[in-house]
């Protein structure tokens, strides 16, 4: 419809001349002496039109003329950005299909564009990470170590690539610059958690391990293993005197101490630094709470000495217990050694041969044996403490 208009008044405006020109009898005169030119105004008014379009034509191609440069220079980056984008997608795309040499390769025509020179090189370094490249990837790091922007992203990138590299040192002091310039959240703490676990800083694991489980960013497992993992090395580390075993433990919070396999590793240190008393109270509170064959071996090797009221109590607490689980091996060989430790030689030989009968491990029948044969040697019984020698022995050989 628009084009049918547009018709209807280019016809229009050309009959309106045809008409106008044709009953116009003006004329134009030129005069600069001693010429003088005629010429009908029809004429000259279409001499004008033509002078008219002939400038405009040359004014229009003076100013592409000029314009050209700028042109040429615009297609120029249009074009680079183009060719920059497209190495950047190709990048991503080669890293994610575990491409990693095409990776780089296109990272290296990303970076040609400034604009994504900073992604492309962590694209860069860590596709050279995975082809065991390092030092092209710290080369790749190295280029973006004055872009502000992409600080952050460089020293997680660095502490995530390191801690891959079993390189806990380098990658903790990425770490440390990025908590200088005020960055914390969660993936930092997890890289910074890795990093400190391969270094064996097991303080600061569990500082972390604590931190972490507010935000519930770790899975209830991983966390009790990496405590675990922390507290066996803090408890078993052998430079500890009596003292500083204590300190140790008292600055392991109650949730924790009433875990099994710290109370265990608790009860052991204690036990092999003379505490025994400090043994078997970590014991007994760790057993009220949750029942582990480990926290029984650890409460017999804390046995007080014979005929003391602790050893007689620590009877009573087996006996109740026993109660409560008359089937458990164990229990029954603790209770069996603690009587006979306070010669009450009835009750040591009945759970003792209880605890044999029960046995379900060959340290456990080791042990029994040794019990037996120890309570008819005092009982001058040759012939079956020899007997029970004897079994002991099979049972270590096989």
């Not at 390769?105 to 040609?112: G, N, P, V």
């Not at 891959?164 to 908590?179: I, T, Y």
């Not at 003391?308 to 091996?329: D, F, G, K, N, V």
Request: with cysteine; proline share 4%.
């Amino acid at each position: 419809m628009r084009l049918f208009f547009w018709l209807l008044a280019l016809m229009a405006a050309a009959i309106g001349i045809a008409v106008t020109a044709r009953f116009n009898p003006g004329n134009v005169v030129l005069f600069y002496p001693p010429y003088r030119i005629d010429l009908s105004l029809n004429f000259f008014v279409v001499l004008e039109l033509l002078a008219f379009a002939v400038l405009y034509v040359a004014l229009r191609a003076l100013r592409a003329t000029m314009k050209m440069p700028g042109r040429v220079a615009a297609y120029r980056q249009q074009k680079r950005e183009r060719d920059g984008n497209k190495g950047l997608r190709d990048a991503l795309k080669a890293l994610f299909e575990g491409r990693f040499g095409h990776a780089e390769k296109a990272a290296l025509r990303a970076a040609d564009l400034p604009e994504n020179a900073g992604v492309a090189a962590l694209i860069g370094a860590r596709a050279a990470h995975r082809m065991q490249q390092h030092s092209r990837r710290d080369s790749w790091l190295a280029r973006i170590q004055d872009d502000n922007s992409m600080k952050t992203a460089r020293l997680m990138t660095a502490t995530e690539l390191l801690v891959d590299d079993h390189k806990p040192e380098a990658a903790l002091e990425a770490v440390r610059e990025l908590n200088a310039s005020g960055t914390r959240h969660i993936h930092a703490l997890q890289w910074s958690l890795k990093a400190q676990q391969q270094a064996k800083n097991w303080p600061e694991v569990l500082r972390l391990v604590r931190s972490l489980d507010k935000h519930k960013a770790l899975h209830p497992a991983l966390s009790a293993r990496l405590r675990e993992l922390a507290y066996d090395d803090l408890l078993s580390d052998k430079s500890h005197d009596a003292e500083s075993i204590r300190r140790v433990w008292a600055s392991i919070p109650g949730a924790d101490r009433l875990k099994p396999y710290i109370a265990c590793r608790a009860a052991t240190a204690l036990n092999a630094r003379g505490l025994h008393d400090d043994a078997r109270q970590v014991a007994e509170e760790a057993l009220a709470a949750n029942w582990d064959e480990r926290i029984v071996r650890a409460y017999r090797e804390a046995a007080a000495p014979a005929g003391s009221a602790a050893l007689l109590a620590q009877i009573e607490h087996c006996e109740r217990w026993m109660q409560a689980r008359p089937t458990e091996p164990e229990l029954a060989l603790t209770l069996g050694s603690l009587c006979l430790k306070q010669k009450l030689w009835g009750k040591a030989q009945r759970y003792l041969e209880q605890a044999l009968s029960d046995a379900d491990g060959p340290q456990m029948v080791r042990e029994a044996h040794l019990k037996l044969a120890q309570l008819h040697e005092a009982l001058q019984q040759p012939e079956e403490a020899a007997n029970h020698y004897r079994q002991c022995a099979l049972a270590t050989i096989l």
